[in-house]
């Protein structure tokens, strides 16, 4: 693969590595041609952990706005489903684990690598996210510093609600006391972003649908779950005086589909445009 200097993506379609060793992550990158000071758009993929398709599907979405597109992939093998999109801060029965496990700090790494391989840390950029990747990236404001322009949650299945008497995942019970504060939660709501809804998204099933008591507390089906989702943080802002820079854009006639979601007109409104 040719590029001007190490790490920097080629144009057109692209692979490049960040970090070294066991937290060495690919990442899916199109880069249109002649793009110079356009913005970034990182994909984050959901359980199917299809980063490459991800890309794909976004490059109509980058020619438009002359973007680069950068795929993170988080692998099966070393991000279980929770150790991926609920950021591995907590294993299976809830105990903490070293932050070196961590998804949400290695995203932090690939997104600042890219910015700086790229020559503009200060380049806008968005982080969009569908089904797993929407869960990723709603638990990801209110752990990392967040520097994007916005945020798109797309289709998450499950969401933490800025609340502590619900476990993590769902809500913020069990985490460390540093994220069980109310600092972190009007950090979350100040973050800009977009919930991003599919109207058809309306299954009850599906290899990856989580049914579970806690999760039916959010809502029976995933448009119900995020339209909850954002009513509450809506609610939570306004009670607490906090700015709520969030906003909610539904698609219709489109169900948990990541294709039609990156590519549908409403994606604009999406991303604040």
Not at 88 to 99: F, Q
Not at 120 to 125: E, F, G, V
Not at 181 to 193: Q, S, V
Not at 222 to 248: H, I, P, V
Request: glycine share 10%; aromatic share 12%.
């Amino acid at each position: 693969m040719s590029s001007a200097s190490p790490g920097v993506a080629p144009e057109g379609k692209g692979e490049v590595s960040v970090g070294e060793g066991d937290r060495a992550i690919q990442v899916f990158t199109y880069k249109p041609k002649g793009f110079s000071n356009g913005p970034i758009f990182f994909m984050f993929h959901g359980a199917k952990r299809n980063a490459e398709d991800y890309r794909n599907w976004s490059i109509a979405l980058a020619e438009k706005h002359h973007a680069m597109v950068a795929a993170p992939f988080f692998d099966q093998e070393r991000f279980l489903a929770h150790l991926y999109s609920w950021g591995g801060i907590l294993t299976k029965d809830g105990k903490l684990r070293d932050r070196k496990g961590w998804s949400f700090p290695i995203a932090t790494e690939v997104i600042q690598t890219i910015l700086k391989r790229e020559g503009n840390p200060k380049r806008d950029h968005y982080l969009i996210g569908h089904s797993g990747g929407a869960q990723f990236l709603t638990r990801y404001v209110a752990i990392e510093p967040v520097t994007a322009k916005r945020v798109v949650a797309a289709n998450a299945g499950t969401y933490a609600f800025p609340r502590l008497d619900w476990d993590w995942g769902y809500g913020f019970g069990k985490l460390p006391n540093e994220f069980q504060n109310e600092g972190r939660f009007k950090k979350m709501l100040e973050t800009p972003m977009t919930v991003y809804l599919g109207m058809a998204d309306t299954l009850m099933e599906g290899e990856n649908f989580d049914a579970s008591a806690d999760a039916n507390l959010e809502g029976k089906v995933r448009l119900e779950r995020g339209r909850n989702f954002f009513e509450y943080c809506q609610k939570l802002a306004k009670q607490k005086g906090w700015k709520f820079n969030w906003t909610k854009v539904e698609v219709p006639n489109v169900g948990h589909d990541a294709n039609s979601m990156i590519n549908d007109l409403r994606m604009e409104k999406a991303l604040g445009n």
